[in-house]
């Protein structure tokens, strides 16, 4: 049978770089040696316009019965004052599935040593990836309120939520370099107090690995003062948010970075770490890498399609090494003319 593969363009740059990852995903069904099937349904802003709302039932439902999805990116300026909003249909579609595991892979390619604005010395053989707790704390605690003269959020965690996302981190650190940072505020905030204790127990439970701490405001900057310092980051909601688009500065742009997100035994979801870009929609000059990539981490971690996720990123790379970019790294290609060249990488190989 065909893997369902359901599609959430979005909004803003979504489409467009949604077109560059199906594009890239059609090219490699030879190497995969299967056809995907791929239902596109409304979502976010794009949700509210066609459907009334931003997750409407019948993409809630194609969501839960798919093999992966995939979700370009959603929000922007035209929704952002109304009731619903493109980001309360993304983190009732996050919290629905369960997807408390959010992957976010940040390395530098060679290529891209000479356009960060840090130092090639500092940034070369960058290779971490940030750990995201992604379904509860603060985006989803209550009580919240909003009044005019004062508001509130709650960044509430239960230790079961802890617990199976330190498990996560431990699981990809064991393949790797079998080091966990554990990133918190646990000198001020009660979850963090939790969120560090806990870490420490299921550490006992990794003793092939090593486990340390840091404060979420040194760890942002040590991130950009020595990277390579990182192996792999396991966080809350919130700091995996903020450290992983500032850990964007490493590769120069957001958008080359990728993300999958797993529950425990459903559907995941691979999406950049970025937005919908308002501010370049529409110019077709989007960097479409981030979606390509994700399209990647589908192959390998939906479908082990390991040779097929491996070419893509060799593609991207190999685009990069003939001197192509787009224009968020200081190039001049459009979306398209990257998305083809990608392509013919991939024919060629
Ligand atoms: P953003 O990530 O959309 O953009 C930040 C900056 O990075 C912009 O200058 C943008 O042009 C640039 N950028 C992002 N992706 C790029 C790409 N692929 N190629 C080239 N440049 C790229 O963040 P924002 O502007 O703060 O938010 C815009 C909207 O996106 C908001 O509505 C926000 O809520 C939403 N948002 C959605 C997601 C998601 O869908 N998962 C993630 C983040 C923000
Ligand atoms: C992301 C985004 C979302 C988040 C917003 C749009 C709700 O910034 O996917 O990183 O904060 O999780
Ligand atoms: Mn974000």
């Not at 459907?51 to 039932?57: C, Q, R």
């Not at 004052?81 to 579609?93: C, H, S, V, Y």
């Not at 097929?308 to 990069?320: G, P, T």
Request: proline share 5%; glycine share 8%.
């Amino acid at each position: 049978m065909n893997s369902k593969i359901v599609v959430l363009a979005g909004d803003g740059i979504g489409p467009e770089i949604m077109d560059s990852g199906l594009k890239v995903l059609r090219a490699v069904e030879d190497t995969c040696g299967k056809t995907f099937k791929l239902e596109k349904f409304p979502f976010g802003g794009a949700g509210i316009d066609e459907a009334g709302a931003s997750l409407p039932e019948e993409t809630l439902a194609a969501c839960q019965t798919a093999d992966a999805i995939l979700l370009g990116a959603i929000g922007g300026p035209k929704w952002e004052k109304m009731q619903d909003t493109p980001e309360k249909g993304l983190l009732a579609l996050r919290k629905t599935l369960n997807l408390f595991a959010n992957i976010r892979p940040v390395s530098v390619s060679s290529a891209l040593l000479h356009l960060s604005p840090l130092k090639p010395e500092i940034i070369e053989g960058t290779d971490l990836i940030i750990v995201r707790e992604l379904s509860s704390g603060i985006y989803f605690g209550e009580p919240r309120e909003l009044t005019e003269t004062m508001a509130f959020d709650t960044a509430r965690y239960q230790k079961d939520e802890i617990e199976r996302i330190i498990h996560s981190a431990f699981k990809i650190a064991q393949g790797r370099s079998k080091k966990v940072t554990s990133v918190d505020k646990a000198n001020v905030l009660a979850s963090s107090k939790l969120w560090r204790a806990t870490a420490e127990e299921i550490a006992k439970e990794y003793p092939d690995c090593q486990l340390e701490h840091q404060y979420v405001d040194s760890a942002a900057m040590k991130l950009i003062q020595n990277p390579k310092a990182f192996d792999v980051i396991v966080t809350e909601n919130l700091f995996g948010d903020i450290l992983s688009d500032e850990a964007s500065v490493l590769p120069g742009s957001l958008g080359v970075l990728p993300s999958a997100s797993h529950s425990d035994g459903g559907p995941s979801l691979y999406e950049p770490i970025h937005g919908s870009a308002p501010d370049i929609a529409g110019k077709g000059i989007a960097n479409p890498i981030s979606m390509i990539l994700s399209v990647a981490m589908m192959l390998r971690q939906s479908f082990q399609e390991e040779q097929a996720a491996q070419a893509i990123e060799k593609a991207c790379d190999a685009v990069l090494s003939n001197g192509l970019f787009t224009h968020d790294l200081g190039g001049q290609a459009s979306t398209a003319e990257f998305t083809d060249a990608v392509i013919q990488e991939l024919k060629g190989a």
